[in-house]
């Protein structure tokens, strides 16, 4: 029988016994949850379609025809070099760039993980605590989410990450080793390799890095070997990759820039992209918890947090000015492991009663399974914020619409050169179709990234191709936003682009692209092409004449 005292000594008795437990097995216990982790990243696999615009630049690069998007047209309309050039590596030898960009992925989610544990360990000088803010960084769905995507996202972030670690040694323990500083030095130049936009966080850690070094006051000869191991090493990397862009393209800036930067933009949507973030991960209440502390958090003893928020605050303001993205909260994942940091500097610093430290750890917790609930949810489609299933397998995954389409393309044409398509998705159909290609959008094409016409202030979909250019450059097929039916009687919109003063028809004839045994692929035939006439005569296409009604410019 149980004395009065058992019932207060059982669940302590439990508590300590689990706890024994945990601290003996931790090892296991961390490689079990780890792996569980990569599990559910796997699981949440999923592919965009601009991850195949490198996987065409890195194609065309392996095959000897130049690191181009079309052959002889020399437009870097990518923004991840470092990255397009490693699934080049892949694809040299027989690799498929569609899976290996998942690997790779998965690979570089696994080190943001492990360094994740190992910052915040270094931080708060508890590994039970680095520990959780792991899993909780490795749950949250846009995070694990863009372990895969076929994107240089979670390569980004991985070497930001690193980065910070490093200059947060650097801090804490008061040593500046030459080891270290060209650590930082290679990682940063890598970091903007994958992304030239990596530079604005680059720039903070850096910067902070080299003001708390001068304020020790060091020697002549420290502060010289300071500034060469950090600098040289850097800037011989990106200066040879700058001369050699001015060289190769004729611009040291990517041809997106001028497509999303130089487009216009909406800082009311940047907003919004940011505060959807916040709010649909339950993460909306720690902005303010950290604005309310922020004196605690200005002192001296955390100048590598204050770096951590200088850089999520940049970045940020970047993303506003953008105007957000397209692709569901894609750019926020760079700094959502700062942002992790900060929350558990909120929890395990700020706040200092237990409960409510656990209240704030299920709240975010409940935020990562209801964003898994309401994952097939669009955000708000006056955003333009389009959720990542919307991007899955219907799509442009291996098997997906648009890789069908692409591959028909191939089977009928065989890759010639002499018919050119046009679609404002230039990702999977160019990609597996293997033909001449224009990007509506402008991404890989100067004319409409510089002169196209305005449509909005989604990045990446500001701008769109006039029907006049489309006709100048002898477009054969144009597909506009891709359009598959099963029948004819399923046309309800018809792939056309603006038209004006200089290029106006009244009608066209669609034709229909047999994807498979149900459905087809509905083509505007633009420029006559005896290759086309041929290919609709060898295989029986269906084809039909439309009228088009000019006002809207789509329909007929």
């Excluded at 915040?120 to 899993?135: D, P, R, V, Y």
């Excluded at 919004?272 to 209440?285: P, S």
């Excluded at 935020?367 to 959720?387: F, H, K, M, Q």
């Excluded at 086309?532 to 039909?544: M, N, P, Q, R, T």
Aim: aromatic share 14%; glycine share 6%; hydrophobic share 50%.
């Amino acid at each position: 029988m149980m004395n009065e005292n058992s019932s207060e000594q059982i669940p302590h008795n439990g508590m300590l016994y689990l706890s024994k437990i945990y601290t003996h097995h931790f090892k296991k216990i961390f490689i079990l949850i780890f792996l569980l982790i990569l599990m559910l990243a796997w699981n949440h696999r999923w592919m965009a379609d601009d991850a195949f615009i490198s996987f065409r630049y890195a194609e065309n690069f392996v095959h000897g025809n130049g690191l181009v998007w079309n052959n002889g047209e020399y437009v870097e309309g990518y923004t991840n070099f470092l990255w397009t050039i490693l699934l080049s590596g892949f694809i040299a030898v027989g690799g498929n760039p569609a899976i290996w960009s998942e690997i790779l992925g998965i690979l570089f989610f696994a080190a943001s993980l492990l360094y994740m544990y190992k910052l915040n360990t270094l931080i708060f000088q508890s590994k039970n605590i680095g520990f959780l803010l792991m899993i909780l960084l490795g749950l949250n769905h846009t995070f694990n989410a863009f372990a895969t995507g076929g994107l240089e996202t979670q390569m980004q972030a991985t070497f930001l990450l690193i980065i910070a670690y490093v200059c947060t040694q650097c801090i804490l323990l008061k040593t500046w080793t030459v080891k270290r500083l060209l650590t930082l030095s290679f990682l940063s130049a890598a970091a903007i390799l994958t992304r030239l936009d990596s530079s604005i966080v680059c720039t903070v850690m850096l910067t902070t890095m080299l003001g708390l070094f001068l304020r020790n006051k060091p020697a002549q000869g420290n502060i010289i070997n300071f500034v060469l191991a950090l600098a040289v090493p850097f800037m011989v990397i990106i200066s040879t990759w700058f001369i050699w862009k001015l060289f190769y393209y004729g611009n040291i800036l990517p041809n997106t820039y001028y497509a999303k930067v130089e487009s216009p933009t909406s800082v009311k949507q940047g907003l919004y992209y940011i505060y959807a973030f916040h709010l649909r991960h339950f993460l909306i209440l720690f902005p303010f918890i950290i604005l309310i502390r922020i004196k605690a958090l200005f002192t001296a003893a955390n100048l590598y947090l204050v770096m951590l928020l200088l850089c999520i605050i940049s970045w940020l303001s970047y993303v506003i000015y953008l105007g957000g993205d397209h692709i569901e909260f894609r750019f926020i994942v760079p700094v959502i492991p700062f942002i992790f940091i900060l929350i558990g500097w909120v929890i395990f610093v700020i706040v200092p009663k237990k409960s409510v430290r656990i209240i704030l750890i299920l709240l975010v917790l409940a935020g990562t399974i209801y964003r898994e609930l309401t994952y097939d949810e669009v955000i708000a489609s006056s955003t333009g914020i389009a959720p990542l299933k919307q991007f899955d397998e219907e799509f442009t995954k291996e098997f997906g619409q648009w890789a069908r389409a692409g591959r028909s393309l191939k089977e009928a044409f065989n890759g010639n050169k002499n018919v050119m398509i046009a679609t404002t998705c230039a990702g999977a159909i160019p990609y597996y179709s293997q033909l001449p290609a224009v990007d509506m959008l402008g991404l890989t094409d100067p004319w409409i990234a510089r002169h196209g016409k305005i449509i909005g202030t989604i990045p990446g979909h500001q701008l769109i191709s006039p029907m006049s250019y489309l006709v100048n450059r002898k477009v054969n097929l144009l597909l506009g936003d891709p359009i598959i039916v099963r029948n004819h009687n399923e046309i309800k919109d018809i792939p056309l682009a603006p038209m004006d003063s200089t290029c106006q028809f009244s009608e066209a004839a669609l034709i229909f692209i047999p994807i498979n045994s149900e459905e087809n692929l509905v083509a505007l035939y633009l420029t006559e092409s005896r290759v086309v006439d041929e290919a609709i005569k060898k295989y029986g296409w269906s084809v039909l004449w439309v009228r088009i009604n000019q006002n809207p410019p789509n329909e007929f």
